[in-house]
């Protein structure tokens, strides 16, 4: 039996890993958190993340070949193991050379040592966190200056999962990427991954290239993702000032085969942990390399994506008499996208902010998110009421912001909103999901992404 071991139980090394055993019930799996509350909630029926069938593929693998387990016994399980998936996090750097931009991989190190100081017999180590490129070379050099002669062969299988549907993301990928060395052992460990993939995966859908090429298709993929979403709201605002209709826009071009009718939806701008962080680690490698022209057309991405967050709350001002000083304000959404209880990064905490700044008196709604948005806004989350009723929400309230696209915001009793809110009432569909036409039609000021607002009174806006 193969024995496999992943160091992180987080988005990524929870759900990889529940796939990978409810597959291949001839390996068996275990997973390794130093967070003790993370590893008791991956025991229980409460999951520590909200993922959409992760329950159901949890419950025929648990127990069976699959196993969650604090890292007190690490160092058994490391010598145990014959591949390690390590699956830490890599936040942006906050101090010293490269802060706010470069990865911080002080976890990925000390994993590294983990590894060194408890392996006894060679192991295939393989990179689950996205890196930046070469890592996987500085992570050999530490592997391998071991002076007990075990062989360690380093891979990178980057993962491509989107919150959400991660389960359907990893059940049927568009492709499993594995990169490592064209040693023969380099090539040995490459097609006992490639096995373990094949369970379940088409073998046409395995892509094995060199180390440098995966880590870096890695950071470059989620790098075109966002920048799809800034190009596309970019033009929001033209469309904005122009009357055209930017979903009219995305539709039209999308149908070009060679652009593709995907992630071109206008919003409010993404949030998660990975792009945001990603791009910064781009920036900073391409800094690195001598190459600030490149470095500065991949920062753009980011900028255009401050500026959609800056320009939504500009407008909310501006629309609203500009003042929202004491305006009792729903925001409909705090996870950054919908159908996950994630809330790094998000957008709608952006929006929260700002607002808190014009003094605003906040109302955070969500319906899976509050308890990480509380954490996150830190001290910022006494000033504001979270309530997971939107009809409860939306009550006095001067206007409403939709931050998150979950369905369910679309399919309200506006009417009774509308009859429950301070009047004129106002609406800001940061996500495209409303029917404004309605809206407007039942009184309300509405404000989509990308189109013209739909107003009852002239404002005098230029
Ligand atoms: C993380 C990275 O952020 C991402 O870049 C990478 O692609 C995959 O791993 P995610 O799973 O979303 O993504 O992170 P997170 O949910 O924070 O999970 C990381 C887990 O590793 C945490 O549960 C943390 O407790 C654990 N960890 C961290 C360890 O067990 N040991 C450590 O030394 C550090
Ligand atoms: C992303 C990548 O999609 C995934 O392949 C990678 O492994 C991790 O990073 P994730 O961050 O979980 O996944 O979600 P994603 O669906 O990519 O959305 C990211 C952000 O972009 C969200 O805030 C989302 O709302 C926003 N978005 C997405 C848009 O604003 N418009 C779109 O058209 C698509």
Redesign the pocket.
């Known amino acids: 039996m193969r024995k496999i071991l992943c160091?992180?139980?987080?988005?990524?090394?929870?759900p990889t890993m529940a796939v990978i055993a409810k597959h291949c019930p001839q390996y068996e799996v275990r997973v390794?958190?130093?967070?003790a509350d993370?590893i008791a909630a991956w025991n229980s029926d409460q999951l520590?993340?909200y993922e959409p069938g992760l329950k159901d593929v949890i419950d025929i693998a648990r127990g069976r070949n699959l196993f969650f387990l604090t890292?007190e016994t690490i160092a058994e399980q490391i010598d145990w193991a014959d591949i390690i998936f390590v699956?830490?996090?890599?936040?942006t750097k906050a101090f010293g050379l490269g802060a706010g931009r470069a990865?911080d991989l002080q976890?990925w190190e000390?994993?590294a040592r983990q590894i060194l100081q408890h392996a006894t017999s060679p192991k295939i180590i393989i990179e689950?966190?996205?890196?930046p490129v070469r890592t996987a070379e500085a992570m050999s050099h530490i592997l391998n200056t071991n002076s007990i002669g075990v062989q360690f062969d380093v891979l990178s299988n980057?993962?491509f999962l989107a919150?959400g549907s991660a389960i359907r993301d990893l059940e049927e990928p568009d492709r499993v990427l594995i990169g490592g060395h064209n040693t023969p052992s380099g090539q040995r460990a490459i097609e006992t991954i490639v096995e373990l993939y094949a369970n379940w995966v088409p073998r046409e859908k395995i892509i094995t290239t060199n180390l440098w090429s995966s880590e870096l298709s890695?950071l470059v993929a989620n790098a075109f993702l966002a920048q799809r979403i800034s190009s596309i709201n970019a033009i929001s605002a033209l469309c904005e000032k122009t009357e055209a209709d930017v979903e009219e826009v995305a539709f039209a071009i999308g149908t070009d085969k060679r652009i593709g009718p995907h992630f071109l939806r206008a919003s409010v701008g993404f949030g998660g942990?990975?792009f945001k962080?990603?791009i910064l680690n781009l920036v900073y490698i391409c800094e690195q390399q001598g190459l600030p022209e490149v470095a500065e057309y991949w920062q753009q991405v980011l900028k255009m994506n401050e500026y959609q967050g800056a320009r939504f709350v500009a407008n909310m001002v501006h629309s609203m008499f500009n003042s929202l000083s004491g305006k009792r304000i729903a925001l409909f959404g705090a996870a950054f996208k919908a159908n996950t209880s994630?809330t790094?990064e998000s957008p709608a905490l952006v929006v929260c902010r700002e607002l808190l700044e014009e003094r605003a008196d906040v109302i955070l709604c969500d319906p899976h998110a509050l308890e990480n948005a509380r954490q996150d806004l830190d001290e910022q989350a006494e000033k504001v009421n979270f309530v997971a009723d939107p009809y409860q929400a939306a009550k006095g309230a001067h206007a409403i912001a939709i931050l998150t696209e979950w369905a369910y915001f679309a399919n309200l009793d506006y009417h009774q909103i509308y009859n429950s809110m301070a009047h004129p009432a106002f609406i800001f569909d940061g996500r495209n999901i409303l029917d404004h036409q309605a809206l407007f039609k039942l009184g309300f000021n509405v404000y989509p992404i990308g189109k013209a607002p739909l107003q009852h009174f002239n404002h005098g806006r230029t």
């Open positions: 160091i992180g139980a987080g988005y990524v090394g929870g390794v958190d130093m967070n993370r520590p993340i890292d699956s830490v996090n890599t936040p990865a976890f000390k994993t689950k966190s996205t890196l980057p993962e919150e890695k942990s990975c962080k990603d994630d790094r």
